[in-house]
Structure formats: structure tokens, C-alpha cells
């Protein structure tokens, strides 16, 4: 069975600042796709960025972007001048291409940005 | 477009009662995932739901079940409810199994 582990389960970050999060994952198929979820306290998910397994280049969305390591098995999100509207609880998850849809998750990381 | 929608929004319900949910997906989606959120467990699937076929279903007792219905609305139901069932409920849906996945507001369920 697939696994997500987030080893941070919090951060905090100065505003302006540039911040990482750590994503490790376990699999055995060899293509996939994995995620980055953020659930702001109003607790509506949302997704910030996917990578696609058989891409090397990593994906990008304005400030956040990722570093994909496939043989790692490492997916970690780059946030690039935090903002405060970024505080929330980060997801990562995987999804295999093949039978469920179903998204694997880790257990999270709480990032706070101080002012 | 309206967003996936959840009701109820908050649930209390006690010991050995069941309970029903409703998740409306995006208009145009035919896909609806189910997860349950706990503090100890984190976000777990529970089923999967394309075509009102459920095409998967997670590790959780037969107490839970679900459906979808022609218009691609979903509901799970979980029958005796136990405390352990406290949790905030989360549907996503998207327009197929393969396609992003857009999560609704969650049902808050406390079990007393």
C-alpha cells in the first residue's frame, strides 16, 4: 500500500520569507501523481499544485513550486514570499494511475506566518 | 459555478444512531470521493463513487455505506454510530475518476 509522511507537523515562517515543506512517499508503481493540498481554518480544501510522475520538470504555480525527487521518492513545496493569507494546514498526497482514484494522504504540516 | 456542496454543515448525534450525509458535486461532475478527517487518523478515503457505481470503498466497517444518485448527488450513511465516528466528513468531486478533485465545505459530525 501506498504511504504519505509529512515529517514536519509544524512550521512558521517570518512574512516575505521562503519556506519549505517535506513530503516523503512510498510506492512500487512507477507512474502516479502526487499534490499539495492547503486547508485554510475555514476547512475548505484546496489544491495548490500536482506533479505528474513521468514530468521531470518540476510544477510551478506563482509562488509555490516544487522539488520532485522521483528516485528520492521526495516531493517537497517551495513557498516564495509567504504571505499571511498562506496559513493553513498543508496536505501532500498521492494518487495512483491505475484502479482508485482515491488520494493518499499525509498527516499535514501547520504552517504560520508571523507578521 | 457553484461549488461542491455539503450538507449538514454540523451534525451531533448520539451513540447507536445513524446518521446521513449529502454532498452535491460541481454541475457536470459525475465523480464523488468521500474521506473522513480525524486529529489521530488524518484524512482517510472511504468511497468512490463514478456513474452511481462505486468503483472503490476503503478500510472502514459495513456501518458505512453510500450512494450517488442520477444527477451525480452522493449521500453516505453510517448506521450505529460509535464516538470514534466524530469526524469532519469531506466529499470532492470531480468531472471523471481521473480529473482534479474539488473538496466541498465538510459535514462537522461529533458523536456524544
Redesign the interface.
Known amino acids: 500500500a501506498q504511504t504519505v509522511t509529512q515529517s514536519q507537523p509544524e512550521m512558521s515562517v517570518q512574512e516575505a520569507e521562503t519556506v519549505t515543506l517535506s513530503c516523503t512517499y512510498d510506492t512500487s508503481e512507477s507512474d502516479y501523481y502526487l499534490f499539495w ?1 492547503k486547508q485554510p481554518p ?6 495548490v499544485i ?1 506533479q505528474e510522475a513521468y514530468k521531470q520538470q518540476n510544477a510551478t504555480e506563482n509562488r509555490f513550486s516544487v522539488n520532485f525527487q522521483k528516485a528520492a521518492k521526495s516531493f517537497s513545496l517551495k513557498i516564495s514570499d509567504s504571505q499571511l493569507g498562506d496559513a493553513a494546514m498543508y ?1 501532500c498526497a498521492y494518487r495512483g494511475s491505475q ?10 504540516t501547520r504552517l504560520t506566518i508571523n507578521p | 459555478k457553484a461549488g461542491v456542496t455539503q450538507t449538514p454543515r454540523y451534525l451531533i448525534k448520539t451513540r447507536g444512531q445513524q446518521v446521513t450525509l449529502s454532498c452535491s458535486p460541481i454541475s457536470g461532475h459525475r ?1 464523488v ?1 468521500w ?1 473522513q478527517q480525524t486529529p489521530g487518523q ?4 472511504l468511497f ?1 463513487y463514478f456513474s452511481e457505481t462505486q ?2 470503498k ?1 478500510n472502514f466497517p459495513g456501518r458505512f455505506s453510500g450512494r450517488q444518485f442520477s444527477n451525480s448527488r452522493s449521500e453516505m450513511n453510517v448506521s450505529t454510530l460509535e464516538l470514534g465516528d466524530s469526524a ?1 466528513y ?1 466529499c ?1 468531486s ?1 468531472q471523471g ?2 480529473d ?7 459535514t462537522r459530525l461529533t458523536v456524544l
Open positions: 493540498y475555514s476547512r475548505q480544501m484546496i489544491l500536482r496536505f484502479g482508485a482514484q482515491k488520494l493518499v494522504f499525509g498527516q499535514g | 465523480s470521493s474521506y488524518g484524512l482517510q478515503f468512490e468503483r472503490n476503503g469532519l469531506l470532492a470531480s475518476p481521473w482534479e478533485q474539488f473538496f466541498g465545505p465538510g
